[in-house]
């Protein structure tokens, strides 16, 4: 039976088009797509930003859920039926990175959804290795949240976060919100700074304090807020030259910067000040295969509030127009296709 899926075929254009599943070679499963997020990367291969990378036509996601349908020659530890989600990274394991047990920042590494087939499709055949376990009890649209989930997990490991720390997130997008839960989680007292209403009225409602930096003082609300010492903490996830200068002046003497965002271009930074107050400037790129199992924990455990994350759930054929409702910002937090396989959603 042909599968449908969402290709990449240039610049803002989306096509659905059809193919025949291949039985998955040895060391393979083929992977019946539940349901798939649309992240900021998806939006820059949808502009064509990445077609550096990305070789259309090519099928594009990566932060999804699923069933096992067929497994290939040589898998002995996944059976058809098995609830799923996919680590998107395929490492070569030989490269110096690899060998020092960094193999998710890979020198050579294949991203699926970026540089191979990604997950946007009613079936899909991925490594075996890059399988992690869902529990059946998962609803596999909150389990589409696991990728984004593991970021945040990842970013706040990075940051070595104490309780009782404060830290402020520059930026209350999808992963920003989720690393104020989860550095929340973590025993740190946050601050999350964003301009958009919305975003901010959801940070709001799950109990975040927030600040708005449009003709807001920020330099004063987080001398109120720290007692005038900084935050031990700035995560910098906005992508914005304003967001990274908000994030090294809030940051108290030896504090840690992080920074999520992916910036386009140079930015400047104050070297000075990472001088002055002997700070420390961490990147903070993917996840490995802790995080994504912390990260499936969390969801099902319920600390994560999926429900409230995901705002629009739209059909596959309805691709186009998800990604026009993402890109314009309205109201809208995670959208996810649903690619088929997905039984009975619970977060419509």
């Known amino acids: 039976m042909s599968a449908r ?5 240039g610049a803002r254009r ?6 025949e599943p291949a039985p998955p070679p040895p060391g393979h499963v083929r992977v019946d797509v539940a349901y798939t997020g649309i992240c900021g990367t998806d939006l820059h291969i949808f502009h064509g930003d990445m077609d550096g990378r990305v070789d259309p036509p090519c099928v594009i996601g990566h932060e999804m859920s699923g069933r096992i349908a067929e497994v290939g020659p040589d898998v002995r530890d996944w059976r058809p039926g098995d609830h ?12 110096s990175a690899c060998r020092a047990g960094h193999a998710h920042i890979c020198h050579r590494l294949v991203f699926l959804g970026i540089d191979a087939a990604g997950s946007m499709q009613n079936t899909w055949t991925v490594p075996a290795a890059a399988l992690v376990r869902l529990p059946r009890d998962l609803a596999l649209d909150h389990a589409a949240l696991v990728e984004p ?3 945040a997990v990842h970013d706040v490991r990075r940051a070595e976060l104490r309780p009782g720390e404060k830290a402020i997130v520059v930026g209350g997008g999808p992963i920003g919100l989720l690393i104020g839960i989860v550095a929340r989680r973590s025993g740190a007292d946050v601050l999350l700074v964003e301009p958009d209403p919305y975003r901010r009225s959801v940070a709001e409602g799950l109990g975040l304090s927030v600040a708005n930096p449009s003709g807001a003082d920020i330099a004063g609300i987080v001398e109120r807020w720290t007692g005038g010492a900084g935050a031990a903490v700035a995560f910098e ?3 914005a030259a304003a967001g990274v200068t908000t994030a090294v002046d809030s940051l108290a003497t030896r504090g840690r910067m992080v920074q999520v965002a992916i910036h386009p271009v140079a930015r400047e930074v104050s070297l000075h000040r990472f001088f002055w107050r002997e700070l420390t400037l961490l990147g903070a790129r993917l996840y490995d295969r802790a995080d994504f199992e912390t990260a499936v924990g969390l969801i099902a455990e319920g600390e994560i509030p999926a429900r409230t994350l995901i705002s629009r759930i739209e059909p596959l054929d309805r691709a186009t127009q998800a990604f026009a409702a993402l890109e314009s910002g309205a109201g809208v937090m995670k959208i996810l296709v649903d690619c088929g396989a997905n039984g009975k959603a619970e977060a419509r």
Request: with cysteine; glycine share 6%; aromatic share 4%.
């Open 5 to 9: 899926r969402v290709t990449y075929a």
């Open 14 to 19: 989306l096509t659905i088009d059809t193919a």
């Open 84 to 95: 799923v989600t996919v680590m998107p990274l395929v490492s070569c394991g030989t490269c």
């Open 149 to 151: 989930t593991a970021v």
């Open 237 to 239: 996830v906005s992508g």
